[in-house]
């Protein structure tokens, strides 16, 4: 995928505001959020008290709030659970999902696209910069180099146009999902679900291990402390053209150690690219799997640096 623009205007989007809104998130979330200063931002979960994950959210700083970017399923969630923990804060909550559009726009020509729209290009992970009354991101789906544009939902076809004036095409969901299994790029409803701990999804990303108290630290030290986790998500390449379902379970000598999460047929690999939870002494790049006569191979997780917009130890 040279790049492609995907309409994803069904994510949910969170507006958080007020003096006291950067203490209130970082109580909130497992990602240092009082450090972020207007045009930057974060990827984060929201735990609860036992540790699961309720939600995972791109977190942009804007100069007079947050702004949070979360999977179409999560948006009314996530703003009810916030919601409650709000008491004497001076925080207001708005939900735009409804006023807000995004498009998602990716591939190894993102920038070059960006640059020919005539918008800013923020230079690092989650930074964002306003261009005229739309905001562009650094995000990406796929988990390739991207952006996220989130504006004034009535100005969806402007931009489409826009888009096609300087000759990025529109991709469907398929071809995304396929390039973010093809990079190893969990999301959450398919490979990130509310039974999981958070070191159990390898998002090394979303968790800041030195921050102050939240919401489901404990359970997070815990684990990070005693190694309690037994299994963890890891993408594989399987000798197959067809993808096998969500739940599908993979041996070594017969016993199962691994259950795929999401999968589909790569025609860039040639192969089924998957994601699975794997048992932890099995999940080593190389490690061989079997699907019943099928091959399957551990590979390299994928993981964002917190000082480039470009991912790292991503498939290749």
Known sequence: MESAWLDVSQRGKIRIAGDDRGRFLHAMTTNHIQRLIPGTGCYTYFLNAAGRILADANVFSRPSHYLLDVEPELGAKLYGHLDK???????ALENVSAQLGSIALEGPNAVKAIRALGAPVPDAAFANEQWGSRLVA???????DGFRIIFPAEEISELAAQLGNVGVPAADEDVFRTVRLETGKPIYGEDIR??????????????????????????V??????????????????DSKEPPAPGTKLQIDGKNVAGITSAAYSPAFGQVVA????????????????????RATVAQPFAISADSHAPVGAVQ
């Open 275 to 294: 994601l699975a939870y794997v048992l932890i002494e099995h999940a080593t790049p190389g490690t061989e799997l079997q699907l019943g006569a099928t």
């Open 85 to 91: 923990f709000i008491i004497a804060d001076d925080v």
């Open 138 to 144: 650094r995000a990406s789906i796929t988990g390739l």
């Open 194 to 219: 509310e039974r999981f701990l958070a070191q159990e999804t390898n998002q090394v990303h979303a968790l800041h291990l030195q921050k102050g108290c939240y919401l489901g630290q404990e359970i």
């Open 221 to 238: 030290e815990r684990v990070r402390s005693r190694g309690l986790i037994r299994r963890v998500l890891m993408p594989l390449h399987i």
